[in-house]
């Protein structure tokens, strides 16, 4: 298995309180993303990361923030939680851009957040 | 708005039938597409994958058949196994410039019955 390692693993949280998902990584790779995924959704990106303190939006960003300090850390913040961002959470690496061909993406194994 | 369409959404095989999941793309800038299995409380994992430049593409009992004309793509499952129940995920991206992002489809949930 890649080197990934999500914290925390599974939470509940109330509407409106911030929440912090860390992503760490031992593969020293450049790229990493936050995905989410939901029935019927498949999975969406939020954020990503080409660089320490590079980071672009994904398709579904509204409501998170992400940070990059260093190589291996990866942050997802959810501002101020809602009801609509239950979800699992999935952190993901590559050595190269997701579309390079022959290029493998490696996924860690989620974060259950619940927020009621 | 999804790019990547993806059916049946559930399927249930016999042992040893085979599972076919079927995939159909929007853009066709795309131009690399993976396909990802998943096991309960696990992340997706990079299963087969293929360009557009063949038709087909193999590997031990899992095969991608592209269509480039119909814009469509799918997954062979030959001789399938109780083992191979999980999700499974079809995703396109374009290009290989540094941001490319992969589009995921919906999803098919596999049971093999024994």
């Known amino acids: 298995d890649a080197g990934i390692t999500q914290s925390p693993r599974h939470k509940v949280t109330e509407t409106g309180t911030p929440v912090t998902l860390r992503c760490h990584q031992t593969e020293n790779h450049r790229y990493m993303y936050w995905y989410r995924q939901d029935p019927g959704h498949g999975l969406r990106l939020i954020h990503y990361s080409y660089g320490v303190k590079d980071t672009d939006k994904g398709e579904v960003s509204d409501g998170y923030s992400v940070s990059r300090s260093k190589t291996e850390d990866f942050l997802l913040t959810l501002e101020s939680a809602t009801s609509s961002q239950t979800s699992v959470y999935f952190c993901a690496i590559s050595d190269l851009g997701q579309g390079s061909s022959g290029n493998t993406i490696y996924f860690g194994e989620g974060s259950w957040l619940t927020v009621v | 708005q999804q790019q990547v369409k993806q059916s049946p959404q559930s399927l249930i095989v016999q042992k040893g039938g085979i599972s076919i999941i079927n995939c159909a793309y929007e853009?066709?800038?795309?131009?690399?597409f993976p396909w990802y299995q998943q096991f309960p409380g696990k992340g997706p994992a990079l299963l087969i994958a293929i360009r557009p430049d063949v038709s087909e593409k193999k590997e031990g009992r899992f095969t991608i058949s592209f269509n480039k004309s119909a814009k469509q793509f799918s997954l062979h499952i030959m001789d399938s196994q109780p083992g191979d129940s999980a999700t499974y995920f079809c995703a396109a991206s374009r290009g290989e410039t540094s941001g490319s992002r992969l589009t995921f489809g919906e999803g098919t949930q596999l049971t093999v019955n024994p």
């Open positions: 853009n066709t800038a795309f131009d690399y």
